[in-house]
């Protein structure tokens, strides 16, 4: 038994073989890949949440050839072993990077997006992934030494409920020029990211640490992996697609931001 519970009554989950089943009997099938859908079933109607398979795709094939790793160094070497919740996992690059450095940790990772988890189990099966919403977390109350969010939607409530008293939130966000080129290739007016304020109800900010590189993207399918896995892809016409299709080769600016939480009371 893990920190896994009931969508439906909060109650802690059991895992059999085939299903993870609570008390009262809600009964939630584990999928053949290995990860099991705690998506409340009101959202049954919708047959794509989150993340979309051309989405999902490109982000893998983009980060598989490690143009983010410097990100993922940094990430792990801010953790240290317990219970880990990556909150948002999309197709697990973070996750899996998480349990090579702490093979032994418990960690569970969660999206919304039945097609990215179903890419991340398939990265590392001794990790628990499900299918959830982060604005409603079927994990425990107080359950988590650690909290990871790479550029993923903030859930304060959540968040807060599922850590520890003083355990650990680390997120993960766009700074101002990252991607910075990519939009001048694309857009006529290109704006740099906003950087809100760091301050979070119920959390003391115990710093940041600014990673930012350039990295040589040499062939289209690149290009267009980077291109796919972002919001931009959704936001631009005929034209300025265009435009990139025509690119031989770019340089891009990686610049994130790593943020480091602590729940306060």
Not at 27 to 32: E, G, L, M, P, Q
Not at 63 to 84: H, N, W
Not at 168 to 197: C, F, G, Q, R
Request: hydrophobic share 35%; net charge positive.
């Amino acid at each position: 038994m893990g920190i896994l519970v009931c969508p439906v009554c909060r109650k802690n989950l059991d895992i059999s073989e085939k299903n993870y089943i609570c008390p009262s009997g809600h009964s939630f099938d584990i999928a053949r890949s290995g990860y099991v859908n705690l998506l409340l079933s009101k959202h049954a109607g919708k047959s794509i949440h989150g993340d979309n398979k051309l989405m999902v795709q490109a982000r893998r094939d983009f980060l598989d050839k490690g143009f983010y790793a410097p990100l993922r160094d940094a990430l792990c070497e801010k953790i240290s072993t317990g219970v880990i919740l990556d909150a948002g996992c999309g197709e697990g690059y973070y996750t899996c990077g998480i349990k090579n450095k702490l093979p032994n940790a418990e960690i569970y990772g969660i999206d919304i997006s039945k097609t990215a988890i179903d890419f991340a189990v398939k990265r590392n099966k001794n990790i628990k992934f499900a299918v959830a919403s982060i604005f409603h977390i079927p994990v425990a109350d107080s359950s988590c030494d650690t909290l990871v969010t790479v550029f993923s939607p903030y859930c304060s409530g959540e968040f807060r409920r599922v850590l520890k008293n003083n355990g650990t939130m680390l997120m993960v966000i766009p700074s101002e020029n990252h991607l910075w080129e990519l939009k001048k290739a694309v857009y006529d007016t290109p704006y740099k990211n906003e950087v809100k304020p760091y301050d979070l109800e119920g959390f003391r900010f115990d710093g940041k640490k600014h990673i930012t590189y350039k990295f040589l993207l040499d062939n289209q399918n690149d290009i267009q992996s980077l291109f796919s896995m972002t919001p931009y892809y959704y936001r631009t016409g005929k034209i300025q697609q265009e435009r990139l299709s025509s690119l031989e080769s770019i340089e891009i600016t990686a610049d994130f931001e790593l943020l480091t939480y602590r729940r306060t009371l």
